[in-house]
């Protein structure tokens, strides 16, 4: 508290200067700016473990140290925050929070390194688009959302997640033709006796070029099905930990400790898989760069960003701006590592997009008739009891006049 005020002081005497142009900025805009800077964030973690992946780092060894500056971030808000909030620690609660751990941690991240290293990082952000669908489909399943196919947007959600499903298959099941490749237009551009850059030729077979993905060893199917995994066990995090939070209400606390207990998972497996003490080292400035990357602003900024305009905005508003961090991830995906889009790709991530905004309008138009629902229940509720207050008012007021005769015929409303 004290540190708190010193720093509401010493805001507050530099006000006139520091927060002069925060403070003209409507907070709408305030929103939107940091809604783009979180998806250029994540799109930026999209390209970077790409190319960690190209470096040649180690996957559980790139999962392990996120997960350590992730955690390292994490605590110190987490203890210092909720410190009043926090409930005791039981046994029932290590072993829900083991539990979303294994959901949320380790196979979230590992299904989607191994997808993102057999795909490219614009499908790995298309097929994220059907988290909310995937998300609406087990809690209806699990009875924690009812389906209503009698009203618009009972209706507009069921159809959004069968795009979403529709979408997904199309992206694993089809591949198509190569629609746009900025190897191809480069050599295009320049003289045969000149070659393509060096980076373009090593990340060609790595960026999910169908004709270097025999003698490289990916496979775009097995892939795109790794990539439906992490959907999945993303989804299944987010239904798990609506319980969990209400037994719990310290959201902080609740991720440190799934931070925590993933960080377990990870080591437990890294001592069967990599024991090579090589692959604990950095090679690379790149390989060092992309794990500060992912564990400070994957992790940590960006966690900090979208829970703000998740308090601000709402959930919805968060979500509608998933498909520009795909619109971004292509772009970097294409000028960094010349990754070349594929038709079946293109139609997908179309079906995915299209399917998530039917969800979100679904919810949008669910919150508003249930709203108006209750406003309705309340205002009925208050006309009855006016009736029937009406009806006895006569009695009630002359045995209050004759009690208490200097107070008002009503103090209802005082």
């Given at each position: 508290?004290?540190?708190?005020?010193?720093?509401?002081?010493?805001?507050?005497?530099?006000?006139?200067?520091?927060?002069?142009?925060?403070?003209?900025?409507?907070?709408?805009?305030?929103?939107?700016?940091?809604?783009?800077?979180?998806?250029?964030?994540?799109?930026?973690?999209?390209?970077?473990?790409?190319?960690?992946?190209?470096?040649?780092?180690?996957?559980?060894?790139?999962?392990?140290?996120?997960?350590?500056?992730?955690?390292?971030?994490?605590?110190?808000?987490?203890?210092?925050?909720?410190?009043?909030?926090?409930?005791?620690?039981?046994?029932?609660?290590?072993?829900?929070f083991f539990l979303l751990a294994l959901v949320g941690i380790t196979a979230n991240q590992g299904f989607y390194l191994l997808g993102l290293d057999n795909t490219s990082p614009t499908f790995a952000s298309a097929i994220q688009n059907s988290v909310p669908a995937i998300t609406f489909l087990m809690a209806a399943i699990l009875r924690i959302e009812k389906v209503r196919l009698d009203r618009k947007d009972g209706i507009a959600k069921v159809a959004g997640t069968i795009s979403c499903v529709a979408g997904a298959t199309v992206i694993t099941l089809y591949k198509g033709p190569t629609i746009y490749s900025p190897a191809s237009q480069i050599l295009h551009h320049t003289r045969p006796v000149v070659p393509p850059p060096l980076f373009l030729i090593s990340l060609a077979g790595l960026a999910g070029d169908a004709s270097t993905t025999t003698t490289t060893g990916k496979n775009w199917t097995l892939g795109c099905i790794f990539l439906i995994?992490?959907?999945?066990?993303?989804?299944?995090?987010?239904?798990?930990?609506?319980?969990?939070?209400?037994?719990?209400?310290?959201?902080?606390?609740?991720?440190?400790?799934?931070?925590?207990?993933?960080?377990?998972?990870?080591?437990?497996?890294a001592a069967f898989l990599e024991r090579d003490a090589k692959a604990w080292r950095f090679h690379s400035g790149a390989e060092l760069f992309s794990v500060f990357y992912a564990g400070v602003v994957a992790s940590g900024i960006a966690f900090a960003i979208q829970i703000w305009c998740i308090d601000r905005g709402g959930p919805v508003f968060v979500a509608v701006y998933q498909p520009v961090q795909t619109f971004v991830v292509a772009l970097m995906a294409s000028f960094a590592l010349g990754e070349e889009f594929y038709l079946g790709g293109?139609?997908?991530?179309?079906?995915?997009?299209?399917?998530?905004?039917?969800?979100?309008?679904?919810?949008?138009?669910?919150?508003?008739?249930?709203?108006?629902?209750?406003?309705?229940?309340?205002?009925?509720?208050?006309?009855?009891?006016?009736?029937?207050?009406g009806s006895s008012k006569a009695p009630s007021l002359v045995k209050a006049s004759l009690t208490q005769p200097l107070l008002p015929s009503s103090t209802e409303n005082v």
């Open positions: 508290m004290a540190d708190a005020a010193a720093s509401a002081s010493i805001s507050h005497s530099h006000s006139p200067a520091k927060r002069m142009w925060y403070s003209s900025m409507p907070e709408k805009l305030q929103l939107h700016l940091a809604m783009l800077a979180l998806q250029f964030g994540y799109a930026g973690f999209h390209v970077v473990s790409r190319a960690a992946l190209n470096e040649g780092i180690s996957k559980i060894v790139f999962l392990v140290y996120r997960n350590i500056i992730a955690l390292a971030l994490l605590v110190p808000f987490a203890y210092f925050l909720e410190k009043k909030e926090r409930p005791a620690i039981t046994l029932s609660f290590l072993v829900q995994g992490h959907c999945l066990s993303w989804s299944g995090w987010l239904v798990l930990q609506k319980p969990v939070l209400q037994k719990y209400p310290a959201r902080l606390s609740v991720t440190a400790y799934t931070c925590l207990f993933g960080l377990i998972h990870f080591f437990i497996i293109i139609i997908g991530a179309i079906l995915i997009i299209a399917g998530l905004y039917l969800v979100l309008w679904g919810k949008g138009k669910e919150a508003k008739f249930a709203k108006e629902t209750a406003a309705s229940i309340t205002s009925a509720a208050e006309h009855e009891h006016e009736h029937e207050h």
